[in-house]
């Protein structure tokens, strides 16, 4: 955050966009974006991703979906994404003092949520750029930053918004058992994700998870597991959404 805030501060151009050292853009990302923005005139762009692992390998694609005032998405959880598909205006970005330097993880979440206050989102959903997904060397693979960087944007952003939005507040919570599985703290994990499931007995993915934490299963295994309950429960919701 402190070395994107100098280049920030030293910017001149209209425009500031930002590319993470594993991440890679594609050719035409800047060329939609812009035209995109100057199409809905906004100050805030980003883009959809294709994910790879560290063979190079394709592993998924993330469209991105959402757009125009996005405050109230964005209280549920990042629906924006990494920083290297944005590209924002740089006064807005000097406005907002930039990136929040005391912040251990979240940081781009955090700043998508002040800039939601300032502008509309616009997006291109296709992905524009190849997003590394890896274990190692990145702020996410650090269970205690994660949960440092979590617990401040529920004390900045998040505490009083989940009083009257339960099911927000119950997603954020899955998300933290999530964390704590991957830091092997299951005891944890099984606290965070009963609250989750009390909000939606229903959910497959939320259900199975608490089960995984209650028997204190490998990572591996509980990976394994919630991918494919996950996937389960996506083919069902778009069953009933086609159905009814």
């Not at 933290?176 to 944890?188: A, Q």
């Not at 069953?239 to 009814?244: L, S, Y």
Request: aromatic fraction near 12%.
């Amino acid at each position: 955050s402190g070395a994107r805030n100098t280049g920030i501060s030293l910017a001149s151009g209209e425009y500031v966009a930002f590319l993470d050292s594993d991440d890679v853009w594609y050719s035409k990302k800047i060329e939609l974006q812009m035209r995109q923005m100057f199409e809905d005139k906004t100050d805030f762009c980003y883009t959809g991703v294709s994910v790879i692992n560290e063979d190079n390998e394709f592993l998924y694609d993330r469209k991105a979906l959402e757009s125009g005032w996005l405050k109230e998405k964005l209280m549920g959880f990042n629906c924006v994404g990494t920083t290297s598909t944005a590209i924002i205006s740089t006064d807005l970005l000097k406005k907002v003092n930039g990136f929040d330097e005391s912040l251990k993880s979240c940081q781009d979440w955090d700043l998508w949520v002040r800039l939601s206050e300032h502008t509309r989102f616009t997006a291109v959903s296709n992905p524009m750029i190849d997003y590394l997904s890896a274990e190692k060397g990145r702020i996410t693979s650090s269970g205690r930053n994660r949960i440092s960087g979590h617990m401040k944007m529920y004390r900045k952003h998040l505490k009083d918004y989940f009083k009257n939005h339960a099911e927000e507040k119950a997603a954020f919570m899955f998300t933290l058992g999530d964390i704590f599985m991957h830091m092997n703290k299951p005891v944890l994990a099984k606290k965070m994700f009963f609250g989750a499931w009390k909000e939606n007995k229903l959910s497959i993915r939320r259900s199975v998870c608490l089960i995984l934490s209650t028997f204190k299963v490998s990572l591996k295994t509980y990976l394994y597991v919630k991918k494919h309950a996950a996937r389960i429960e996506n083919r069902i919701r778009r069953f009933i959404k086609e159905k009814f």
